[in-house]
């Protein structure tokens, strides 16, 4: 399969919709209202930057309102338009059904490099871009909730929530109106690292179905697997991180823009980070190769590839070179409708984006409810389960005539805290949503888990909108 130019993202979404669309009994007006972009919003505003006045494109884009409110990332990305959000913003509608997250899909999006300004610089441009979504209602707890996505984090979430809450000083709920925000301004511990995090959880849960381990020709569990990265930066380095230290993985390769490292013994995540931090790149980062091509991450040889960064990395020009029989798509679209087609062809097994990385919203979604309850979970009944487990414990010891060991002891008396609830509740979602799919995968006979993530994501919008009806 050949490629004239690079697919939309929009155009992708389309492909695996149609698709998916096979697989359900669902009527063809109500699948195309479901596939259309509801609202869309697209802005110039201007920003006086270092003396002159700087023209900003950005945009909004609220794919589907059977749930609200909608939800997605805002994105600082260079070459970003109303095609690429609504695509992002169309994924998202399906990702939060299979996650079964009660929102509608969004993205949001400004036209920018944010290495080329200056904090302060980013800041005002950031605001501005929040005022214009206040003014059209493109954002608020009940509308349109934003969070992080390539470019941005939880300094301009905070910047976002801040800019909400003096145009809004009367409404009480009105920190839940972006996500991903620092711990101290009312975000929720275990956010940054969530998407990271939830493509961890979905790679363990993968390795739990031994019938799809068997397709691609690995064994055992995650403990010891070669993976590639390619991004290190909010999803990639977490990832990286998390799987090096809790799964005993091999990171065997990194990228991020400007090249990629290569150690087949493997890299010490820790130490990359230490050693961007100081030289300002991954590059040269010693006892590993460095390849000056980015897209060379993608072609290493291991066990799983993790794609981490942007858009359409994987094509019809390089998908058959890849070596990895598993990869697991940490950003959003990184495969496009041609490549996907190669490497399936080969027998490769791809979790698909629209599951891989909803731990991001996910975690969003605890961080909403926090907001609106005005309280930290796991507050309220920490001490009366540190009570009961300690009864309990003395209860056994009683019993046996013997001590339970101190690290024992110690875990349970510890308590449940708000990190550990939330990593609990995001391994519970992405266990039961690959569950869900795989089931999916075997009773339709789709021919892959995208398809099947697809089906499964399409079908709750579709009872969603039957239930519903039209309104007048
Ligand atoms: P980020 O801005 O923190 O990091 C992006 C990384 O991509 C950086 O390491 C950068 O160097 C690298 N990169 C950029 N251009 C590249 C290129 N040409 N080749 C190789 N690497 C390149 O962004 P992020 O938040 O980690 O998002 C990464 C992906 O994950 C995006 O597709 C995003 O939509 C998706 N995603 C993010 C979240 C989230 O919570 N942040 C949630 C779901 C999905």
Redesign the pocket.
Same mark, same amino acid.
């Given at each position: 399969m050949t490629e004239t130019r690079t697919p939309s993202m929009l155009q992708v979404f389309n492909d695996n919709f149609d698709r998916a669309a096979r697989y359900l009994k669902a009527p063809a007006d109500l699948l195309e209202y479901i596939r259309a972009c509801h609202s869309m919003y697209s802005i110039k505003f201007p920003v006086r930057i270092r003396g002159e006045v700087k023209i900003f494109h950005a945009y909004r884009a609220e794919h589907s309102h059977h749930r609200t409110p909608t939800k997605g990332?805002i994105?600082f990305a260079p070459d970003v338009d109303l095609d690429e959000v609504a695509g992002?913003a169309a994924l998202m509608t399906l990702k939060c059904a299979i996650v079964n997250v009660p929102f509608g899909g969004a993205k949001g999006a400004i036209a920018l490099d944010p290495r080329a300004y200056e904090v302060e610089e980013l800041e005002r441009i950031t605001r501005r871009y929040t005022t214009e979504l206040v003014r059209k209602n493109f954002i608020g707890p009940a509308v349109d909730v934003p969070?992080?996505?390539?470019?941005?984090?939880e300094r301009e979430m905070a910047w976002m929530a801040d800019t909400y809450i003096m145009l809004n000083p009367s409404e009480l709920n009105s920190l839940a109106c972006v996500t991903?925000k620092p711990v101290g301004q009312g975000g929720i511990r275990g956010r940054t690292e969530?998407?990271g995090r939830g493509v961890q959880y979905a790679l363990r849960e993968f390795f739990r179905h031994p019938e799809l381990v068997k397709t691609t020709g690995l064994q055992g569990d995650l403990t010891g697997k070669r993976i590639a990265v390619?991004?290190?930066?909010?999803?990639?380095?977490h990832f990286a991180r998390l799987v090096q230290a809790e799964d005993g993985v091999v990171i065997v390769g990194l990228?991020?823009?400007?090249g990629t490292i290569y150690a087949p013994k493997g890299l010490d995540v820790q130490a990359v980070l230490q050693w961007r931090d100081t030289t300002g790149s991954i590059k040269h980062f010693p006892d590993a190769t460095t390849l000056n091509d980015?897209?060379a991450?993608l072609e290493l040889d291991c066990d799983i590839l993790v794609p %981490? *960064?942007?858009?359409n990395?994987i094509t019809a020009e390089n998908a058959g070179r890849i070596k990895a029989p598993l990869v697991a798509e %940490? *950003?959003?679209?990184?495969t496009t409708s041609a490549g996907d087609a190669i490497l399936r062809a080969q027998g490769k097994v791809i979790i698909p984006?629209i599951y891989a990385?909803?731990?991001?919203?996910t975690v969003?979604y605890f961080e909403w409810v926090k907001n609106l309850s005005h309280m930290r979970f796991g507050l309220m009944e920490k001490r009366i389960g540190i009570r009961t487990q300690r009864q309990m414990m003395s209860g056994i010891e009683a019993v046996t005539d013997q001590a339970f060991p101190a690290p024992i002891r110690e875990e349970i008396l510890h308590g449940i805290d708000e990190i550990e609830l939330v990593k609990s509740g995001l391994e519970e979602s992405m266990v039961e949503s690959f569950q869900e799919i795989v089931e999916i995968m075997h009773e339709k006979q789709t021919p892959d888990l995208r398809t099947a993530a697809f089906v499964c994501g399409l079908h709750k919008v579709v009872v969603a909108y039957q239930a519903l009806g039209i309104w007048p």
């Open positions: 990332g994105r992002l969070a992080p996505d390539m470019g941005t984090g991903g969530a998407t390619q991004g290190f930066g909010n999803v990639g380095s990228a991020e823009r400007d980015a897209k991450c %981490a *960064a942007l858009q990395q %940490a *950003a959003n679209g990184p984006d990385n909803a731990g991001g919203v969003s």
